[in-house]
Nanobody, 124 residues
């Protein structure tokens, strides 16, 4: 059963915005920390933005001020608004959910449920 599904990836030019969305038909968002991560070939998965159960958000320095994570409880979606994209933002982007307790924000090991990813390619 697919637990998390990302959408919204694509190819954009540098400086342009893009918004990713994630739904969780298999598990839901209630009581879980949620996050966005990315990975490029040969590199470790990087935590970009996470949101805790009380709504507190955490951002990696590499995206702080450019990316915004949010949850739409009515539509049961997790969004990542990305502004001023750079070529170095090119990666596979993943949505993730924790179990019913949250570990360290931005740490991939704190999240046990993952989507299959959506590719973002930024050209200069």
């Amino acid at each position: 059963q697919v637990q998390l599904q990302e959408s919204g990836g694509g190819s954009v030019q540098a400086g342009r915005p893009l918004t990713l969305s994630c739904i969780a038909p298999g598990i839901g968002f209630d009581g879980r920390c949620m996050g966005w991560f990315r990975q490029t070939p040969g590199k470790e998965r990087e935590g970009l933005a996470t949101i805790s159960t009380n709504g507190r958000t955490y951002y990696a320095d590499s995206v702080k001020g450019r990316f915004t994570i949010s949850q739409d409880y009515a539509r049961k979606t997790l969004n990542l608004q990305m502004a001023n994209l750079k070529p170095e933002d090119t990666a596979m982007y993943y949505c993730a959910a924790s179990g019913l307790s949250c570990g360290r924000p931005l740490a991939p090991s704190s999240f046990g449920f993952w989507g299959r990813g959506t590719q973002v390619t930024v050209s200069s």
